[in-house]
């Protein structure tokens, strides 16, 4: 299947509906028993999250999704760990000998989709990773329909859906609760915090330019003796009226500690 690329385009349409969510009242004590569960395990999820330098909670709402939070399952499709997965996709974890523990499996699944190598998890990209995981089927054959892995028993989603691999139903609705409803109301109570955008280092020196380098050059330049070229090249001198306004270098600055 097509990947659809992430864009700032994209990045917005996550922003908006995620800030309209709004969780179908019907469901309320169904979505605080998921979330009750998922918190109650965050010990493992946080196992492996910490190996791959993403979200715990990315990790614990594909759990649910893809397994219904059974810890003797595959996290890739559900299957049973007591054997390599046979549905799609099929044959993982390709090696060592099942039976497989949970985090094995899950670590499989995690570097097979690549999701190691995401350097930053705003709020956008997170839902992002979390459509891709399941498919992009809805977004590229089915646009009317937002896909119920993230939206459903949300104001977002009503119906149709996937019945099986390529198989589509307009009638169909989604059963589980969308991944991103369950986001939603784990901010909600506080047990997490999810950043809307992603966030790049202020005082951070660099051999070339960076973003926002040059509102840091525009806010030094305020002060009497300070003549920087506005560039966004957060170099030595840059790091030199830090070092004179602040008493530290820039971070990375060879010269710090």
Same mark, same amino acid.
């Given at each position: 299947?097509?990947?659809?690329?992430?864009?700032?385009?994209?990045?917005?349409?996550?922003?908006?509906?995620?800030?309209?969510?709004?969780?179908?009242?019907?469901?309320?004590?169904?979505?605080?028993?998921?979330?009750?569960?998922?918190?109650?395990?965050?010990?493992?999820?946080?196992?492996?999250?910490?190996?791959?330098?993403?979200?715990?909670?990315?990790?614990?709402?594909?759990?649910?999704?893809?397994?219904?939070?059974?810890?003797?399952?595959?996290?890739?499709?559900?299957?049973?760990?007591?054997?390599?997965?046979?549905?799609?996709?099929?044959?993982?974890?390709?090696?060592?000998?099942?039976?497989?523990?949970?985090?094995?499996?899950?670590?499989?699944?995690?570097?097979?989709?690549?999701?190691? =190598? +995401?350097?930053? *998890? &705003?709020?956008? !990209?997170?839902?992002?990773?979390?459509?891709?995981?399941? %498919?992009?089927?809805? $977004?590229?054959?089915?646009?009317?329909?937002?896909?119920?892995?993230?939206?459903?028993?949300?104001?977002?989603?009503?119906?149709?859906?996937?019945?099986?691999?390529?198989?589509?139903?307009?009638?169909?609705?989604?059963?589980?609760?969308?991944?991103?409803?369950?986001?939603?109301?784990?901010?909600?109570?506080?047990?997490?915090?999810?950043?809307?955008?992603?966030?790049?280092?202020?005082?951070?020196?660099?051999?070339?330019?960076?973003?926002?380098?040059?509102?840091?050059?525009?806010?030094?330049?305020?002060?009497?003796?300070?003549?920087? =070229? +506005?560039?966004? *090249? &957060?170099?030595? !001198?840059?790091?030199?009226?830090?070092?004179?306004?602040? %008493?530290?270098?820039? $971070?990375?600055?060879?010269?710090?500690?």
């Amino acid at each position: 299947m097509p990947k659809v690329n992430y864009s700032p385009k994209l990045a917005e349409e996550y922003l908006r509906l995620y800030r309209t969510c709004a969780a179908s009242p019907a469901r309320f004590d169904a979505i605080d028993r998921l979330v009750e569960r998922l918190l109650e395990h965050r010990g493992r999820y946080e196992t492996v999250a910490s190996e791959l330098k993403m979200p715990w909670y990315f990790v614990a709402a594909v759990h649910n999704m893809e397994s219904s939070q059974d810890f003797t399952k595959h996290l890739h499709n559900g299957d049973p760990l007591t054997e390599r997965t046979v549905h799609v996709p099929a044959g993982r974890p390709r090696r060592g000998t099942p039976p497989f523990t949970w985090e094995e499996s899950a670590l499989d699944a995690l570097k097979m989709r690549g999701l190691g =190598r +995401v350097k930053a *998890w &705003p709020l956008p !990209r997170l839902l992002y990773e979390l459509e891709g995981y399941n %498919g992009w089927g809805y $977004r590229l054959y089915h646009p009317h329909v937002l896909s119920p892995y993230l939206w459903s028993w949300s104001n977002h989603y009503h119906g149709g859906k996937y019945t099986a691999d390529g198989r589509w139903s307009d009638t169909a609705v989604s059963k589980q609760c969308g991944a991103a409803v369950l986001l939603h109301r784990m901010e909600e109570i506080g047990a997490i915090r999810l950043a809307e955008k992603e966030e790049t280092p202020f005082f951070v020196y660099a051999d070339g330019p960076l973003p926002r380098a040059d509102e840091l050059q525009r806010f030094l330049n305020r002060f009497p003796g300070i003549a920087l =070229r +506005v560039d966004g *090249w &957060p170099g030595r !001198r840059t790091s030199d009226a830090v070092h004179r306004l602040f %008493g530290f270098y820039l $971070r990375g600055d060879p010269r710090e500690g």
